[in-house]
């Protein structure tokens, strides 16, 4: 929250609670956060009255309306927020709002998130820019918010009032619309260690006395963090370009028409895999069973149930991660990634004495592609010898005396491609009624076109060779070209609904609110998936490749879902609310998974009830806000995220819980604690529990310790009941805090900020191994000092992130059940720099 004299911090959102010790949070949190409270209020009423909190006014229920009075959880961050705390992608975002939690192209709010990143799910919270929704998470690195105008985080089932429905939460982003008065701007660039540096402009302003025009560039750099020990490239690097143009046309008095395209693209060089654990290096040995006598388990070099082999076997050196501080790595494919978006949002609005419409349209073309070093070692490094591997079946003799080929390092390449064309069309009537009933109303469609292929391709021909040869002993097909495992899927989304809201001012001081919702959403599925040593039992035609699997089905869902509410002024500065809703997410279909199946796997549709108590205070005169929401949800058959491992592939997918709770308390704090002294904090407790689960580790019988050496043990063939276990990525504590200090020296303006971020421990999976699953906490320290002239003509920001320089782990996948390792995801090493900025 900002203040409302020119000599105090600007315009802020409404974080939240206070906690003295966040790296250590325990049963001990709650005293301190309320002993840090009293000292707050104490410092907040012995402070001068002459500077106020300013107002934030939001849309998460698409009306504006002040946050302290709007009945629903959210955050929201505007521009001058999100350069004082240095918030430049989705992960700083996260780290000050309660309950949002992001990994990788997953995000989830109080536990509610996408499951499965293949196609065939649908993310459980809503990414919409400008009304307009999107699947993908890629817009959070176009250009550091550089054309944004406010971002707000609304947590909750939003089945009402949103085109898709976002059963978790919404992420909505507001871009900044093109001046009408006089042209305007501001130039950006930054230099930074790593090899840093920023170059943006933005200016907006009338072309004609109807029209008017915003244009907007960025290009963003910086070198990588992670480099390969014999080529010396570095990887984990950035390179994005972003343009956009925003025309804006006021056709009349009360009809607005606005058209936005943006152009973006990615080339960088992304990690090849944050290994912190030693290598899997023992050689593998045939095995056979007993019983019955005879069945063979695994080919020399390969784990039972797998296709190929662990790559790590044999190993001259050491995991050069383990050797300087995770940042070392040596591979043979030089990762890369190139990542374009073409996107065009119209939107037209007509405003009549009580009514305004609004029509939105977008489109957008996202094309990906990716290829990865698949085994994440380099060829010089292998002691992959098939010398020191007998063939029982043939008296001792090795494979190399048939083939020719002893050691045969491997070499895998892992390509994957990504493509989606998205339409959507919303119509909203919203109205302005002098009576106690108002009322929105809409419709939406929505289309979605996408494709996916993955690969892994061994590039070493004399494994091929070796591989093709242990095949033949069974006549099991080997692909010449060295494929060794192969999906395309392809899926098409379509969704219609209508919904509406009715609010009844029951009396002047309490409102009573009631929506409806119909929701239809069909899919159509198809894959194809090859796996090296499978032979299909499914079915074939002729002209069809006896080595493939091809499924393909059409399934469609829907469901009528309800919002019934009431919010009640206490007094005008107490505000209290409560609502009930329900919430539903579509079925969908594990696509890309090697299975022999003829039939598609369907996951059936989640849905939630959800109930939410929400208090808001503002006191002391305006010095202080206060927010807090406790909330809970009961699901039925909520879609979790699992991992299946079939003929040796591991694929993500998904799958049903039949029921499924989780509670918690959400807080944010804003104080002027002086006139010159501002502080924000934020806390959320989550406490999530599967009531009715069950199911297969699939993977448990080919991870290190547990690895038992037989795909039918029932360690990873047996149900497991995970009753009691806690949601993936929803840890139980997440806490941020900011202060903001402000003076005036020779004439100019200064600030400083300091921010501290905290997330507790995490589950990864719902099968909770400590041994695997467990994400450890981790928090992170940031410094900002802003120095301005008096009518902020130009500013100067130095700025330094995660001071401690701690690269902690916030994403970490099952390990790979060939390899046994598992490629983390990690957060950013120290980065410091300068910013400088000049408005015109």
């Known amino acids: 929250m900002g203040v409302s004299h020119d000599s105090v911090i600007p315009h802020r959102p409404d974080p939240q609670y206070r906690e003295s010790d966040m790296h250590r949070l325990d049963r001990s949190l709650n005293k301190q956060i309320i002993l840090a409270i009293g000292a707050l209020l104490a410092a907040s009423a012995a402070a001068s009255a002459e500077a106020v909190l300013e107002e934030v006014v939001v849309t998460a229920n698409k009306r504006e309306s002040n946050l302290m009075d709007t009945a629903a959880a959210v955050s929201s961050f505007d521009a001058s927020m999100l350069n004082e705390l240095g918030i430049d992608n989705q992960y700083d975002l996260a780290g000050y709002t309660p309950s949002l939690n992001i990994a990788p192209s997953r995000i989830a709010i109080r536990g509610v998130g996408r499951p499965n990143l293949a196609l065939g799910s649908d993310p459980g919270v809503g990414i919409y820019w400008d009304g307009v929704y999107t699947t993908e998470t890629d817009l959070f690195n176009f250009s550091n918010f550089l054309d944004i105008e406010r971002i707000e985080v609304v947590r909750g089932p939003q089945g ?30 930054e230099l930074g260690n790593h ?14 006395e109807k029209l008017s025009a915003l244009f907007a560039l960025s290009q963003i750099k910086r070198d990588g963090f992670q480099r390969d020990i014999y080529s010396g490239k570095d990887y984990d690097d950035r390179d994005n370009f972003y343009g956009t143009i925003t025309l804006a046309h006021q056709t009349t008095d009360r009809w607005r028409n606005s058209f936005k395209a943006s152009s973006a693209d990615s080339n960088f060089h992304q990690d090849a895999g944050y290994i912190l654990t030693p290598y899997n290096t023992g050689l593998v ?48 494919t ?19 004495d009580n009514y305004s419409l609004k029509y939105t349209a977008g489109y957008s073309e996202f094309r990906y592609k990716r290829i990865n070093d698949g085994d994440v070692t380099n060829a010089r490094d292998s002691g992959l010898d098939y010398s020191q591997m007998p063939l029982s079946s043939f008296g001792g003799a090795t494979v190399d005396q048939f083939t020719g080929f002893a050691l045969t390092p491997s070499i895998v390449s892992e390509p994957y491609k990504q493509a989606a064309d998205t339409w959507s069309h919303e119509l909203q009537l919203i109205t302005a009624l002098e009576g106690p009933l108002n009322y929105i109303t809409g419709l939406y469609y929505f289309d979605n076109k996408e494709t996916q292929r993955l690969s892994y391709i061994e590039n070493n021909s004399e494994l091929v060779a070796n591989y093709t040869f242990l095949g033949n002993l069974t006549g099991l097909p080997t692909d010449p070209d060295g494929i060794l ?18 609010n009844w001012d029951w009396t002047a001081r309490t409102m009573l609110t009631l929506g409806v919702r119909y929701s239809y959403d ?4 198809r894959d194809s998936t090859y796996v090296q040593w499978v032979i299909p039992d499914n079915a074939k035609t002729p002209t069809t490749d006896p080595t493939t699997v091809d499924r393909n089905d059409k399934e469609s869902w829907d469901k009528p879902t309800w919002r019934l509410g009431v919010d009640h002024i206490l007094s005008d500065d107490h505000f209290l609310y409560a609502v009930v809703s329900s919430g539903y997410r579509s079925g969908g279909y594990n696509l890309l998974a090697p299975n022999q199946s003829a039939a598609l796997d369907t996951v059936n549709p989640e849905e939630l009830i959800s109930y939410e108590v929400g208090y808001k205070a503002t006191l002391f005169n305006q010095r202080l806000n206060i927010t807090s929401a406790v909330y809970y949800y009961d699901y039925d058959n909520l879609q979790v995220l699992n991992v299946q491992l079939t003929n040796g592939v591991s694929v993500a997918t998904y799958e049903n819980a039949a029921d499924a709770t989780a509670w918690g308390i959400e807080n944010e704090v804003s104080a002027l604690i002086t006139d010159s002294l501002f502080l924000g904090a934020t806390y959320s407790y989550n406490n999530s529990e599967y009531d009715d689960y069950s199911s297969i580790d699939s993977t ?16 990873c063939t047996t149900a497991l009941d995970l009753s009691g276990n806690e949601f993936p990525l929803s840890p139980e504590h997440k806490a941020s805090a900011y202060l903001t200090y402000q003076w005036n020296l020779l004439t100019l303006d200064w600030s400083a900020t300091l921010g501290y971020q905290y997330t507790s421990n995490q589950q990864l999976t719902p099968f909770n191994n400590s041994l695997y699953d467990t994400l450890d906490s981790y928090d992170r320290w940031d410094l900002r000092m802003n120095i301005s002239d008096a009518e902020l003509t130009w500013e100067v920001t130095a700025f330094v992130q995660n001071i401690s320089d701690d690269r902690d782990e916030i994403f970490r996948p099952r390990p790979s059940p060939v390899s046994g390792l598992a490629a983390s995801t990690l957060s950013d090493p120290r980065t410091y720099g300068l910013k400088l900025t000049y408005n015109f």
């Open 700 to 715: 448990a019988c080919n991870l290190g310790p547990e690895r038992v050496g037989n795909i039918s043990d029932p360690l």
């Open 285 to 332: 040995q045939e095995v056979f069973n007993t019983s019955p006598p005879g069945e063979q388990l695994n080919f020399v070099s390969t784990y039972p149930g797998n296709s190929f082999v662990n790559p790590n076997q044999g190993m001259t050196i050491e995991n050069p991660a383990l050797q300087d501080n995770a940042e070392r790595v040596a591979v043979d």
């Open 334 to 352: 030089v990762p890369s990634t190139d990542n374009d978006r073409d996107s065009y949002v119209f939107i037209s609005e007509s405003d009549m």
């Open 195 to 208: 090899g840093y540096w920023v170059a943006q402009g933005l200016t907006s302003g009338p072309i004609t």
């Open 485 to 502: 495992y192969s999906g395309d899927g392809k899926l098409e989304t379509t969704s219609y609904a209508a919904y509406g809201q009715v």
């Open 160 to 189: 009402t009032l949103y085109g898709r429905n976002s059963i978790g939460g919404a992420l909505n982003l507001y871009s900044i619309q093109p001046d009408t008065e006089d042209w305007g701007g501001k130039v950006v660039g």
């Open 522 to 525: 069909e899919k159509k599925a």
